[in-house]
């Protein structure tokens, strides 16, 4: 689970950030924006190992937001949280050193991770040279392989890859598919053109905002926002800030979904 706190104090905000979660990019944006029209706050972005979700839910703090890739309500004292749904972040299937293989169809990503199908030449996807198919997995409790598992492949991983190359940090999960010719993987959409990869799509399908919208296209996930009792103060003014039209646009602008525009696909997406 990627993790992020967030905590307001006194005016002043300061976001830590574990593992470099999905939503730190944007965080640290909408907080520049936010800032640039309320000059009496700070906020700054730092990297951190600790939970920031425990955080939230342990520190007597009302002024704390955590951050997670996935519903935590699981947890043994969820009634101290308030789940504030953020954004979707769109998820790319890509493939290192192998830029002729633009689609690819649900049921070989199946036969793929199953095993079924190891090597590129029996895939079917228009490759004829006989290169070896290296998944680059991610952990079996990654809240993103639960989505690519139920949405893409319609039942779990069955062949993980190398566990060598087994990673839930995207940043580098990105860079070990470009290392490798026929290494194929999912990331979030803003690291493909930090990492000079080609999107592939899926039945056809690409990572778009609108097909999002409207359903057809299903490799995204919700990033949550939490905090300890309901919102107050400076925490809650950048929380609405998130939601309002230049927050949303600002969402859109950098490869996500506000999770406002979405409202009826969010109870099905978990």
Known sequence: MSVALLSFLDGLAQLTAKYGPFLTLLLSILAQKYLSQCPGAEITVSSTDSDGIRQVDIQQNDNL?????????????????VDHPAVAVILVLVIGQLPEIKNISSTTLSDIYNGSIAKWQMANVGYQKNGDITIVSRPTDSAIQGIFDRFVLGGPETVPGPASL????SDTLAQRITQGSGRIGYIPLFYVNRYNLQPVT?????????????GSYKLWNIEHLYTRGQATGLAKSFLDYISTFEGRSIAEQNGYVSAKDIPNLLAGHE
Do not use: E
């Open 202 to 214: 899926i039945d056809n399908l690409g990572p778009s905002i609108d097909l999002v919208k409207n």
């Open 166 to 169: 087994m990673t839930d940090n």
């Open 65 to 81: 937001i955590g951050t997670s890739d996935s519903d935590v309500f699981g947890h043994a004292t969820k009634n101290h949280l």
